[in-house]
């Protein structure tokens, strides 16, 4: 996302439905973050124009909503006692919106309708195991950006060494140390 090209004052009006000199309102009255360009025009990034939408309750154009929130996660787990544990981690925060899938097939789903920014993966489940489902998102258009935390009781090196060249962003051991994962998620989060 933060590659993506910034929005014109005039593309803000067009999405809004409302005049420009509006949008230039709200950057004069700081609540809409914008920079200027050195031929003095204003920008504004995607993701500051989103956070304004939601911090307004303005609605969010179509073209935008199918970009993850960045702050859902999905934990993909098979243990339902390791799925609370980790739901009871995060929940300290109190900034993350969490959902959970029991197996690799409810993931998939999952990853469709809830769109997280972040997946928890249990790489050791019955019937599509948690490679496969790494594979399927890494491979999907609408997930490629998706961050992923591998997680297993059985990791070797060389599991390791397969996740991380598929794309998986982290890999770690149970049981873990509380600490390590919520740095590992906010930091993941803060570069989605």
Same mark, same amino acid.
């Given at each position: 996302?933060?590659?993506? #090209? ?38 504004? &990034?995607?993701?500051?124009? @989103?956070?304004?939408? #939601? ?17 859902? @996660? ?8 390791? /799925? ?13 919106? @969490?959902? /959970? ?13 809830? #769109?997280?920014?972040? /997946? @928890?993966?249990?790489? #050791? ?10 594979? &399927? ?13 591998? /997680? ?12 991380? &060249? ?27």
């Amino acid at each position: 996302m933060a590659n993506e #090209k910034p929005l014109t004052t005039g593309e803000i009006a067009d999405l809004c439905h409302i005049h420009l000199r509006t949008v230039l309102q709200w950057i004069h009255d700081g609540k809409l973050k914008a920079y200027r360009t050195p031929g003095n025009h204003s920008r504004v &990034k995607i993701e500051d124009f @989103i956070s304004f939408l #939601k911090q307004y309750n303005m609605p969010i154009p179509e073209n935008f909503e199918s970009r993850g929130d960045s702050r859902k @996660i999905l934990i993909v787990d098979d243990d339902i006692n390791m /799925v609370n544990s980790i739901k009871r981690i995060l929940r300290k925060e109190q900034a993350f919106e @969490i959902d /959970v899938a029991y197996d690799g097939f409810e993931a998939g789903i999952k990853l469709l309708l809830f #769109k997280p920014a972040l /997946v @928890i993966l249990d790489m #050791k489940m019955p019937g599509m195991n948690g490679f496969e489902v790494a594979q &399927k998102i890494k491979r999907s258009a609408n997930c490629q950006n998706t961050k992923i935390i591998g /997680v297993s009781a059985y990791f070797d090196e060389a599991d390791k060494e397969k996740l991380l &060249k598929m794309g998986v962003d982290f890999c770690l051991d149970k049981p873990f140390n509380t600490t390590v994962l919520l740095d590992q998620v906010k930091s993941l989060l803060a570069a989605a």
